[in-house]
Nanobody, 121 residues
Framework: QVPLVESGGGLVQPGGSLRLSCSAS????????MSWYRQAPGKERELVAT???????NYADSVKGEFTISRDNARNTVYLQMNSLKPEDTAVYYC???????????????WGQGTQVTVSS
């Protein structure tokens, strides 16, 4: 197992900002796509943002212009900068990565444990 460890969640007021981090540790030889998903209570998990190994990004329409995904390949880390947060952004945010633990193994998909983001006054 390759743990993906998220951090940076918490309680923030509407209009505020948070920065989530997700680091992959262990034996890793390459990481392709890294993504952030979120799941609000009573709703299905949804894709928030994706970044590929070349830095190309895609965003859900609901967060375009407010959220920014980035990565540090040297640290095997992906970030999600969230600005102008709204109560509807409240959810558990999950990191997801497609990575390879050895060159003889295919890409495999991994999930983090999730970090709670609550936007409330």
């Amino acid at each position: 197992q390759v743990p993906l460890v998220e951090s940076g969640g918490g309680l923030v007021q509407p209009g505020g900002s948070l920065r989530l981090s997700c680091s992959a540790s262990g034996s890793i030889v390459s990481i392709s796509t890294m993504s952030w998903y979120r799941q609000a209570p009573g709703k299905e998990r949804e894709l928030v943002a994706t970044i590929n190994s070349g830095g190309r990004t895609n965003y859900a329409d609901s967060v375009k212009g407010e959220f920014t995904i980035s990565r540090d390949n040297a640290r095997n880390t992906v970030y999600l900068q969230m600005n102008s947060l709204k109560p509807e952004d409240t959810a558990v945010y999950y990191c997801n990565a497609n990575l390879r633990t050895s060159w003889s193994q295919p890409l495999a998909n991994y999930w983090g444990q999730g970090t709670q983001v609550t936007v409330s006054s």
